[in-house]
C-alpha cells in the first residue's frame, strides 16, 4: 500500500522546525518494515501544496500526528484529505486526541483515532485495511466503518463512529514490552537540509544535522499537569546498546552534529545510563554534543552520575521546577522538593553542565504576580 503520513503545520510565534517528528520517524520505520511505500509530509517544512502531493502519491491510508495547539490544524488538514480524494482512510494520533479520542472520533473528516503508543496499533490498522483492499479493490474509508462488517472490533487501542453513529472505544492497546524490538526511526524519508536544530533560541548548529533519540517510554510519576498521568504507568526503556548502536548510527552514517534524548524520564534506571555513558566513551562517538530535551528527575541526577555523562558528551541538561511554591508543588504530585531541585542544579554546574530550568506560570493554587518563576527558590535554582 502506498501510506502518507502527515505533521500538521504549528501555528506557533516561535520556529518549530527544530527536528524531523520523532514519532512519524518510527511509524515511518514499522510501516516499511510491513512492506509498504511510505511518505512523510512535514508542513512546517515543506513548499509543495498537500493537495498537489495527495493526487500525485494517492494514498491508501494516511495518519495525521496531533498535539493540542494542532489538533484543529490536523482536522483541516482532514477536511482537506477527504475533498482531494474521498474514501481514503484517515487515521489521527498524538498527545491530544490520545486524550480526547471521542472529541476527534466525532469529527466526520476522522475515520480511526489511535490512542497512545501507536506503532503496533498502526500497523494492525494497516494489515486491516490491506486485507479488506484486497478483497476489494474499491475498498473505502466508508466501508471500514460499516457497523455490519466488524472490522475493527479486534484492533485494542483505537476509538472511531461507526456508520450508524455509535462511538466505539475499543480497549487500550498494551504496551510494547520490548522496545529493542523496534525498527530505527526512518529519517530518511524527511527532508533533512530543512530543518534547525533541538533548542534553536540557545543554539545554532551549521548544517541543521540534529537527530532526537528515544531510550525509553513512559514514566512511573503521576504528576498532575503531565499526559503521562492518565497513560499506563509502565516505565520500559531500551538497552543501552540498543540504545549506543541507533547512536552510532546518527553520528557515522548521518553525520548527526547534535543529539537530543527526548525520554519523560530518563534517569529512572540510573545503572543503564552508565552503561550508555561507557558505551558512548568507548566507541568514541562522545565527541557529539548531546542534551536531554525534556529533562530528567533532579531527585535521581547525583553528580556522579551526571559527570559520567558529560565525559559521555552530555552538553546541557534540564530540570522540572514547575513552581516555587511548597504547597503547590504537593498539589501537582510532584513528588520532590525544593532543596533536592537546588543540588541537582548545583551537582550539573559543578561538572560543568548547562541547565535549563521548566517553569509552569498559572498552576491552580497561584496567583497573579506570584507565580513560580518569581519564587527566590527559582533564582537561587
Excluded at 499526559?227 to 548521518?254: F, G, T
Excluded at 541537582?344 to 561538572?351: G, H, I, L, P, T
Aim: charged share 25%.
Amino acid at each position: 500500500m502506498r501510506v502518507l503520513l502527515i505533521n500538521p503545520k504549528f501555528r506557533l510565534p516561535i520556529d518549530t522546525r527544530t527536528t524531523p517528528h520523532l514519532g512519524l520517524a518510527y511509524l515511518g520505520a514499522v510501516t516499511e518494515r510491513r512492506g509498504d511505500m511510505c511518505k512523510i509530509y512535514d508542513a512546517d517544512v515543506e513548499d509543495e501544496p498537500l493537495a498537489d502531493v495527495l493526487r500525485q502519491f494517492r494514498p491508501d491510508v494516511v495518519g495525521i500526528t496531533a498535539n493540542t495547539p494542532q489538533v484543529k490544524q490536523a482536522w483541516r488538514t482532514a477536511q482537506l484529505i477527504k475533498q482531494v480524494i474521498p474514501g481514503t482512510p484517515i487515521i489521527i494520533g498524538g498527545p491530544h486526541p490520545s486524550v480526547l479520542s471521542e472529541e476527534s472520533a466525532m469529527r466526520p473528516e476522522i475515520d480511526i483515532v489511535v490512542r497512545g503508543e501507536g506503532e503496533a496499533i498502526w500497523v494492525e490498522l494497516l494489515d486491516v485495511i490491506d486485507m479488506a483492499k484486497q478483497a476489494d479493490p474499491d475498498f473505502t474509508a466508508e466501508d471500514l466503518l460499516d457497523p455490519e462488517a466488524h472490522l475493527l472490533d479486534t484492533v485494542f487501542g483505537i476509538t472511531y463512529r461507526t456508520s450508524d453513529g455509535k462511538i466505539h472505544l475499543n480497549p487500550d492497546h498494551p504496551p510494547i514490552p520490548n522496545l529493542d524490538d523496534l525498527p530505527w526511526p526512518a529519517y530518511h524519508l524527511f527532508k533533512m537540509e530543512r530543518y534547525t536544530n533541538l533548542q534553536p533560541a540557545t543554539d545554532h548548529v551549521d548544517g541543521a544535522r540534529s537527530f532526537s533519540i528515544l531510550t525509553s517510554r513512559g514514566c512511573p510519576y503521576r504528576c498532575t499537569f503531565c499526559s503521562q498521568s492518565i497513560m499506563p504507568q509502565k516505565w520500559r526503556c531500551r538497552s543501552a546498546q540498543n540504545v549506543a548502536d541507533e547512536w552510532e548510527h546518527l553520528v557515522r552514517d548521518y553525520g548527526a552534529q547534535e543529539i537530543g534524548v527526548l525520554d519523560d524520564s530518563a534517569n529512572i534506571r540510573v545503572d543503564r545510563l552508565h552503561e550508555l555513558a561507557d558505551e558512548l566513551i568507548r566507541r568514541k562517538i562522545n565527541h557529539v554534543p548531546w542534551i536531554f530535551v525534556n529533562g530528567i528527575r533532579a531527585n535521581l541526577a547525583s553528580k556522579e552520575l551526571l559527570s559520567h555523562l558529560k565525559e559521555a558528551g552530555l552538553k546541557r541538561v534540564a530540570f522540572g521546577v514547575e513552581t516555587g511554591d511548597p504547597d503547590i508543588m504537593l498539589s501537582i504530585d510532584k513528588r520532590i522538593d525544593h532543596d533536592t531541585i537546588r543540588q541537582a542544579f548545583q551537582n550539573a554546574k559543578e561538572v560543568g553542565l548547562e541547565t535549563i530550568g521548566f517553569f509552569i506560570i498559572g498552576l491552580p493554587g497561584g496567583h497573579r504576580g506570584d507565580d513560580g518563576a518569581h519564587h527566590p527558590v527559582c533564582h537561587r535554582a
